[in-house]
């Protein structure tokens, strides 16, 4: 996973070899080597931001939309700076561009004659590297359910011989969903550290080290803040975590930041997570034929106690607040007693097994830290914590799925769930103020073209800033329609009227299109009504794995995509294949959603205006990132159409439009056909 080694020293050459103007500039290294080279004012601006802050200490917050080429923009001023930096991006699809065709390129263009190399390596979450004891354990003691799992079992311990990286990614046939892998990857909770019998060979051991020894480490910002809550809870403890310490972090997409960094930074307590420790305690007893009449007695005691005190939970869809937990305890204050008595017994039992092996006491700090965690979502009065449930389906197929599974009570997996509200205090004091320089770019950062909200929910201070200028042409490549007779998007009348404008506007563009809603429902009505209505191929998300969806679109004539959030970003289909996206509605957060409802709160409790602070500015952020989709190169032409008309009718409007590029703006359809009418 690592490109091969080299010192500091070498990339210390490029520092005095190629200034910024000499590698990015007219006639320079890059126009050289880059076969579809222009100048871009912007990437420039942008690498001398960067090194600036570097070579200050300072923070800095830089909008770069698409097309800019802030990747390099940030690589060149990190090697040349000679520091050990970590970049974390939104998405693995940015992270393999980086590791795989970025830095490659630079490297080259650097070093064209091989007289130097750059020293990186590319990490992932734990959960997608296989462990090799627990794959070893298996193969004496396999516990296989089914064909498919004995199937695959096979093919993973022939290829443990010959992978260098352990990474899963290598396996093209192991399914996504394979409950297989999830009994034997390297996740932290079943991990012994030092003191296991595979740490030397340990796949995570050598990321680790291979880390330690690189420049430049690519990670996610799920696995960085994954790393930093562990680091947290443990004390910054040696052993935790497994990203180095460095002075400088570069977070790429960060508009994602407040949701990824308050995921990790919260408590979560489940049926799903307590069956996990009964099941791997029971299987590591019976592999060492520990397995007392005590011990599968607590074992049972546990599960029933679990199935219990998670049936009697508030039922509910999906994710609702839990407001009335004082309530619930005194009502139910036996069944959570019991359970946490059940742990308890369980970690006693435990402790109490003489000569037992390591892994054993790492079960019984997982049962701790549960029992911890279960007292702190029940029982915890912090005023920065929202608490509330969230119900998903057995099946775990998506959002979707999710959605529409387990409101019976006791149906599917329970998470009793606790978030902080304000996670910018937090990120204020365990991150920004410990890091020398922290650079943090997206093409959607900036409202209304200031970074006041992104400052304010993340904990920025003293930081630099920056709003590039756009590469592209966006008056003329670009067409921004609003019908201005559309009904309000939140009355009955509004899908049946939608769905005919959206027919007659796929018309005019044949198709090539994404039509992009904010919620399941209303994108599963539109395209019922559409169907049979259409005459060109019509894909709906949920009906494959998005990558295949993408792919279908990209080889399929006048195709049109039906889909919600996860296509809104991270999605890049460049020339006429996509020459339209639609989106239903103004993207405002559901505001039932318990998070969304507890930082609304909050606001407005201390004198602020949640709709205007929050609010707006968070659906500002996600509209620039699903009309992102439509103008991905210089040669792009194509039509934006919002059919909220909202836009134009109320005072907040003008925020949304004021923060979207320079569109050509219009609310007459002609102007529509008459764009696709001129080349």
Not at 41 to 58: D, F, P
Not at 64 to 76: D, S
Not at 259 to 269: E, K, L, N, T, W
Not at 547 to 571: H, I, K, Y
Request: net charge negative; charged share 25%.
């Amino acid at each position: 996973m690592a490109l091969p080694s080299q010192s500091v020293a070498s990339q210390a050459s490029v520092k005095g070899d190629v200034s910024l103007y000499q590698f990015f500039g007219p006639g320079g290294v890059l126009s050289r080597t880059h076969p579809a080279y222009e100048f871009r004012r912007g990437q420039l601006q942008m690498a001398q931001s960067v090194e600036q802050a570097l070579a200050e200490k300072r923070h800095l917050i830089v909008e770069a939309g698409t097309g800019t080429g802030k990747t390099l923009a940030y690589l060149l001023p990190v090697i040349r700076s000679g520091k050990r930096v970590i970049i974390s991006t939104g998405t693995k699809n940015l992270q393999e561009q980086l590791f795989y065709k970025d830095v490659p390129f630079l490297e080259q263009a650097l070093y064209p004659n091989g007289e130097g190399k750059l020293n990186v390596c590319y990490m992932k979450g734990r959960n997608n590297y296989v462990c090799r004891k627990k794959l070893y354990d298996l193969t004496d003691q396999p516990v296989l359910s089914g064909l498919d799992e004995i199937e695959q079992y096979r093919a993973i311990a022939s290829w443990e011989k010959v992978t260098q990286t352990g990474d899963r990614a290598e396996l093209a046939e192991m399914p996504e969903a394979s409950a297989l892998w999830h009994k034997l990857d390297a996740r932290a909770d079943a991990c012994t550290g030092q003191k296991c019998s595979q740490w030397d060979r340990c796949f995570i051991t050598e990321m680790r080290r291979r880390a330690m020894e690189s420049d430049i480490i690519i990670v996610n910002h799920h696995l960085f803040f994954a790393d930093l809550g562990i680091k947290q809870q443990t004390e910054e403890a040696p052993d935790a975590g497994i990203l180095p310490d460095v002075g400088t972090v570069i977070f790429d997409e960060a508009h994602e930041l407040e949701d990824v960094a308050g995921s990790y930074f919260g408590i979560s307590v489940s049926n799903l997570r307590v069956e996990e420790l009964c099941r791997d305690v029971e299987m590591s007893l019976q592999r060492h034929h520990m397995l007392s009449a005590s011990l599968a007695g607590a074992l049972s005691n546990l599960r029933e106690r679990s199935q219990f005190f998670f049936a009697l939970l508030p039922a509910g869809d999906g994710r609702f607040a839990f407001d009335g937990r004082r309530e619930f305890l005194e009502e139910n204050g036996e069944e959570f007693l019991g359970l946490q008595h059940g742990l308890q017994r369980l970690g006693s039992e435990l402790e109490n097994l003489p000569s037992k092996p390591e892994e054993i006491f790492n079960f019984t700090r997982r049962t701790q830290e549960l029992q911890v965690h279960l007292g702190f979502v029940m029982e915890s009065e912090d005023k920065n914590t929202v608490f509330w449930i969230e119900r998903r389906g057995m099946g775990g197929a998506g959002a979707a799925a999710s959605h529409r599974a387990g409101s019976a009570r006791g149906g599917g997996r329970v998470f009793l769930q606790a978030t902080p509200i304000d996670v910018a205090p937090i990120l204020k004091s365990c991150l920004f103020d410990r890091l020398d320089s922290c650079v943090l770019t997206s093409a959607t950062l900036a409202v209304g073209g200031n970074f006041e909200y992104m400052r304010r929910r993340l904990g920025l201070e003293h930081t630099r800033e920056s709003v590039l200028p756009s590469h592209f042409d966006y008056g003329n490549q670009a067409l921004f329609y609003v019908p201005p007779d559309l009904p309000d998007p939140r009355t009955p009348q509004f899908a049946a009227k939608a769905s005919d404008r959206i027919r007659h506007l796929l018309e005019i563009t044949r198709g090539r299109a994404f039509v992009l809603f904010t919620s399941y429902a209303q994108m599963n009505e539109v395209y019922q009504r559409l169907l049979g209505v259409l005459d060109f191929p019509m894909l709906l998300q949920g009906d494959a794995p998005k990558s295949a969806l993408l792919q279908e679109f990209r080889v399929t004539p006048n195709a049109v995509l039906f889909a919600t959030s996860s296509f809104w970003q991270g999605v890049d289909v460049q020339g006429e294949q996509l020459s339209c996206v639609i989106i239903d509605r103004l993207p405002f957060a559901v505001p039932s959603d318990p998070v969304v409802a507890a930082r609304v709160k909050a606001i407005d409790a201390e004198g602020g205006n949640a709709f205007f602070q929050y609010q707006v500015p968070a659906a500002v952020i996600t509209l620039k990132q699903g009309f992102g989709r439509l103008i991905r190169s210089l040669n792009d032409r194509g039509l934006l159409t919002l059919l909220d008309n909202r836009i134009l009718k109320k005072q907040y409007g003008r925020v949304f439009v004021e923060s979207l590029p320079a569109y050509r703006r219009t609310t007459d359809l002609r102007q529509v056909e008459q764009f696709f009418e001129t080349p």
